[in-house]
């Protein structure tokens, strides 16, 4: 069964508003969970390592006051796109970095990727 | 830096065709390396996997052999069907160091047509 799980895996919201989207780990505690963003036909481009309890690295060309990242607890991280707008569309997935293996047979050091959410900005 | 490199698609195969997706990288350490498949509409699924050089992984009729001599870890499966339409990443990470995310290739589209 799925590991992490990311909700909502779909929301359309119009420009100018917030959108959060969460990233939960089922089943295991990450310290360390990753932002991803692909755009149609592309690769996955990390947006930014989320690392509970304290600020997030946000990779090169990546705005942080605009992809907000709050990782507050062991098993949650949510990237909130603040003021979207229609360029912000896109798929975002969430992984999480599973360190000393966890319930089940989950392999240490090992990343889990959540469903991903399509944001559509109008 | 570490990178990795995978052929340019689309590839488009009739159903039981043989595939390979060639897969090359840049590492320093001991990378593990991954193959990960991204059906339409959907987020990534591991598909196998290989942590040491001469490891096959395997899964559901594809492998691919970790080679250090060529820094290589190419995507095969004998027979291809419809079901395999998707896109495949190749992957690398560093575990043990430090908690560092995983690194793509481009990934490449497969079309399985009947």
């Known amino acids: 069964g799925a590991v992490v799980s990311q909700h909502p895996s779909r929301v359309i919201c119009k420009s100018g508003t917030s959108v959060k989207i969460e990233c939960r780990s089922l089943?295991?505690?990450?310290?360390?969970m990753f932002w991803y963003r692909q755009f149609p036909k592309q690769s996955l481009m990390l947006m930014a390592t989320?690392?509970?309890?304290?600020?997030?690295?946000?990779e090169q060309g990546v705005e942080k006051d605009k992809f907000l990242i709050n990782h507050a607890s062991l098993t949650l991280s949510t990237l909130t796109v603040t003021s979207a707008h229609p360029e912000d569309s896109s798929f975002y997935i969430c992984?999480?970095?599973?360190?000393?293996?966890?319930?089940?047979?989950?392999?240490?050091?090992?990343?889990?990727f959540g469903p991903g959410t399509r944001l559509t900005v109008t | 830096g570490n990178s990795v490199t995978q052929m340019e698609g689309p590839v488009t195969l009739s159903e039981e065709a043989f595939l390979t997706i060639n897969c090359t990288y840049t590492?320093?350490?001991?990378?593990?390396l991954f193959w990960y498949v991204q059906y339409p509409g959907e987020g990534l699924q591991l598909l196998l996997k290989?942590?040491?050089?001469?490891d096959k992984g395997s899964n559901k009729g594809f492998e691919a052999t970790y080679r250090k001599e060529t820094t290589s870890f190419h995507l095969e499966k004998g027979s291809v069907q419809v079901s395999d339409s998707a896109v495949y990443f190749c992957?690398?990470?560093?575990?043990?160091?430090?908690?560092?995310?995983?690194?793509f290739g481009k990934g490449t589209r497969l079309s399985v047509i009947a």
């Open positions: 992984s999480a970095l599973s360190l000393s293996g966890g319930k089940g047979n989950l392999e240490p050091y090992e990343q889990y």
């Open positions: 089943d295991f505690q990450a310290t360390t």
């Open positions: 989320s690392n509970e309890g304290s600020k997030a690295t946000y």
């Open positions: 590492a320093t350490g001991y990378p593990s």
């Open positions: 290989a942590t040491k050089a001469d």
């Open positions: 992957a690398l990470s560093t575990p043990y160091s430090g908690n560092t995310p995983l690194v």
